[in-house]
């Protein structure tokens, strides 16, 4: 299955890109699944790729968890359809901050994060363009971390 540029431009990540750079990203887009429970990735890995996601449901984790005593993992957020899984591929040192795992069964758009690094330093305009949604998609993903850790830090407390 090809992605196309005219799906792309529909997604909230990507909505008012121009049309080469939606171009370039289906040039590169491969259609992905993942069964219910599957660890998609692993905090602490080698971070080259991102993911949209067309449905189901993922669970970001945070493998510290240092109130409970079975060492369960933390659940930072549960993503769905429309967003975007994983930042980490766009900023060095280029690994996993959490752990992502399939809830439900789960299809997504797999983009290659290398690569399109890579076009990155070639274009500057693509890469302001993938690094502002990027940088927006990782504040959220850190304030869902903050809270979850004050909520912690409380049931610890008690």
Not at 36 to 60: C, D, H, M, W
Not at 87 to 115: C, L, M, N, Q, T
Request: glycine share 6%; net charge negative.
């Amino acid at each position: 299955m090809e992605i196309n540029p005219e799906f792309l431009a529909e997604q909230p990540f990507f909505k008012g890109l121009a049309d080469p750079h939606l171009e370039r990203l289906a040039a590169v887009a491969m259609p992905v699944e993942f069964p219910a429970g599957k660890q998609i990735f692993k905090e602490g890995s080698p971070a080259n790729r991102f993911y949209l996601l067309t449905s189901g449901e993922v669970a970001l984790e945070s493998s510290s968890n240092e109130c409970d005593d079975e060492r369960k993992p933390m659940l930072i957020e549960t993503i769905g359809a429309g967003d975007v899984l994983g930042w980490s591929w766009i900023f060095p040192p280029y690994y996993w901050h959490f752990d992502a795992r399939a809830e439900s069964p789960v299809k997504a758009i797999f983009f290659y994060g290398s690569r399109l690094r890579e076009q990155c330093e070639h274009d500057h305009d693509f890469g302001y363009e993938l690094m502002k949604r990027t940088a927006e998609v990782a504040i959220v993903r850190l304030q869902s971390t903050r809270q979850r850790l004050l909520e912690q830090n409380k049931k610890c407390s008690i």
